[in-house]
Nanobody
Framework: QVHVVESGGDSVQAGGSLRLSCAAS????????MGWFRQAPGKEREGIAV????????NYADSVKGRFTVSQDRTKNMVYLQMNSLKPEDTGMYYC???????????????????WGQGTQVTVSS
C-alpha cells in the first residue's frame, strides 16, 4: 500500500510561481512512476507531468511544457512540481498519483495509477 499527500496549493496572480509537493509513504519501492494531474471545474482530469521513479524519464503535457518542471527526491520519497509563468487556465485541483506498473507511455491515462492523493487547490487570478 502507498499513501500519497499533496501540498503547496495556493492563490496567485498570473505570471506567478508555485511549487507543489507530493509525499509518498508506505511500500514506495513498488512505485514505477509518479504523475501530476489537474482538474478544472467542469473539465476532465488532465495528466500534466510524470517522472519515472529513477528520474530517467520525465514528460509533460503541451499545455505546461516549458513552464512546469517535475522533480523528485528519492531519499525523501518526495516529488515536486515547480510551476512558473502561471496562467488563469492553470486553475484547478492538482493531484499526485503513483503507478506500480510499467507503461509510462500511457502516463496521461488516469487508469494507469493505483494511488491518488486528495489534491491541492491552485487558483490563478488575472
Amino acid at each position: 500500500q502507498v499513501h500519497v499527500v499533496e501540498s503547496g496549493g495556493d492563490s496567485v496572480q498570473a505570471g506567478g510561481s508555485l511549487r507543489l509537493s507530493c509525499a509518498a509513504s508506505g511500500y514506495t519501492m513498488s512505485i514505477v512512476f509518479m504523475g501530476w494531474f489537474r482538474q478544472a471545474p467542469g473539465k476532465e482530469r488532465e495528466g500534466i507531468a510524470v517522472v519515472q521513479s529513477d528520474g530517467a524519464i520525465r514528460n509533460y503535457a503541451d499545455s505546461v511544457k516549458g513552464r512546469f518542471t517535475v522533480s523528485q527526491d528519492r531519499t525523501k520519497n518526495m516529488v515536486y512540481l515547480q510551476m512558473n509563468s502561471l496562467k488563469p487556465e492553470d486553475t484547478g485541483m492538482y493531484y499526485c498519483a503513483a503507478s506500480r506498473y510499467g507503461g509510462i507511455g500511457r502516463w496521461r491515462d488516469a487508469s494507469m495509477y493505483d494511488y491518488w492523493g486528495q489534491g491541492t487547490q491552485v487558483t490563478v487570478s488575472s
